[in-house]
């Protein structure tokens, strides 16, 4: 590591890198899809959260609750979710992934892998080997700081887990 960037420097210009292939990722599946960015940030909670009440997306857009019903009706028209009753509570209604919906999230992911697989295909194995054992550090690092914070916080996480 140069003596002029230091490693917070340097990983804000990878994160930096990382955003904007994510966001250009994002912003073709949008396009490509029809939907608006709202919707597909709805399709990939419910990947990774699961199923949920439309409370629950609303809270994680933050929008109202019948801004939510609106934008979850039209996905539901579009055969990308479902809603159904909630077993425990008849009055509330439960949204999931269609198979439509969780295929068009998988080919974002799968599409964010290609270029992962590009990326490191840049590298030497030295490198990647490099590479890998500082990110492992780094992840666990992370990991202690979210369990610090969740520990902190009594209502636990506000968001659901984005591991892949």
């Avoid at 990382?18 to 949008?30: E, K, V």
């Avoid at 979850?72 to 949204?95: C, F, G, H, I, N």
């Avoid at 599409?111 to 490198?127: A, K, N, V």
């Amino acid at each position: 590591m140069s003596a002029e960037k230091s490693l917070p420097h340097i990983l804000h210009e990878w994160t930096a890198v990382l955003a904007r292939q994510n966001f250009r990722d994002f912003r073709d599946a949008i396009e490509q899809a029809e939907l608006s960015p709202s919707q597909m940030s709805t399709l990939f909670r419910l990947h990774f959260g699961g199923m949920c009440g439309v409370s629950d997306i609303a809270g994680h857009l933050g929008v109202t609750d019948p801004a939510a019903s609106q934008m979850v009706e039209k996905l539901v028209q579009r055969r990308m979710v479902e809603r159904s009753e909630d077993p425990t509570d008849r009055r509330a209604r439960r949204v999931c992934l269609t198979p439509a919906g969780a295929e068009l999230v998988e080919s974002v992911i799968a599409q964010r892998r290609r270029w992962m697989e590009r990326l490191t295909g840049e590298l030497s194995p030295e490198q990647q080997q490099t590479v890998a054992s500082a990110l492992e550090v780094l992840i666990e690092a992370a990991r202690r700081l979210e369990a610090e914070a969740q520990a902190g916080d009594p209502a636990g996480p506000h968001h659901p887990s984005f591991e892949r």
